[in-house]
């Protein structure tokens, strides 16, 4: 009987003295994640301002980069690509500029299959400018005389949207004014702010001034322009 006391004395006393592992640390690990937002929208399509993108990140690697791509416009590099360093937990912001209304995808990605994607819309930018320019000067008075109008359209800051559509209509400085000719093959503006129209005559009797008008109607309200031809 002492000889089963004291070896459960004996088990108690080395039981008390052995070390058991605790549980293992580990460093804690930071969750992948992407988010991308839109924080400067609806830009006017003027090939000079920028819809801003952010990019929230959080990596477990710190030498990590960022790619950002836009299957249309341009980033602030003139490219559709824009790369950059990221830190573990990071905001990076870049910039896109384009030249035509329409909605942009833009795809930011890190590593192989760490993507996010976003959208943002770049709406018309309109002109604060009409010149209008006739080809000549002055034009016979018979039925078969014409000039060709080239109309730019400008703006304090970048180009003017292409597709915008210009109103024309002739005058002449007489008591009854009224019009004296047509316009015929009316473009629309291209990405610089250009288009052209032909003005005919229809009188072969007048002399004097014609005046050119053109107008395009804006949110901010109408831009005219005007120019004069004399007729002989």
């Known amino acids: 009987m002492k000889n089963i006391f004291k070896l459960a004395l004996l088990f108690t006393i080395v039981s008390s003295c052995t070390d058991e592992p605790g549980a293992l640390q580990t460093n804690p690990q930071i969750e992948n994640s992407l988010k991308l937002a839109v924080t400067n929208n609806n830009v006017p399509a003027d090939n000079y301002s920028y819809a801003e993108i952010k990019a929230i ?69 309109y002109p604060t400018n009409l010149i209008i320019n006739p080809d000549a000067s002055s034009i016979a008075a018979t039925f078969t005389s014409s000039s060709i109008i080239t109309s730019n359209l400008m703006r304090l800051d970048g180009t003017v949207t292409e597709g915008m559509v210009i109103q024309y209509h002739d005058s002449i400085a007489t008591p009854l004014g009224g019009s004296i000719g047509v316009f015929l093959n009316n473009t629309y503006s291209d990405n610089q702010g250009h288009a052209t129209v032909k003005y005919w005559l229809q009188n072969n009797t007048y002399q004097g001034f014609v005046y050119i008008k053109g107008v395009i109607d804006t949110p901010a309200g109408k831009v005219k322009g005007e120019s004069r031809i004399y007729v002989q």
């Not at 791509?69 to 980033?75: A, L, M, R, S, Y």
């Not at 590099?77 to 937990?89: E, L, R």
């Not at 910039?95 to 209304?101: D, G, L, S």
């Open 57 to 125: 990140i959080k990596t477990n690697k710190s030498n990590d980069v960022i790619t950002f791509t836009t299957d249309k416009g341009v980033f602030a590099n003139n490219t559709n690509t824009y790369t950059v360093g990221i830190a573990t937990t990071d905001t990076i912001k870049a910039y896109i500029k384009y030249n035509k209304t329409d909605l942009v995808r833009i795809t930011a990605k890190i590593a192989d299959n760490f993507t996010k994607e976003t959208f943002t819309s770049f709406v018309p930018a």
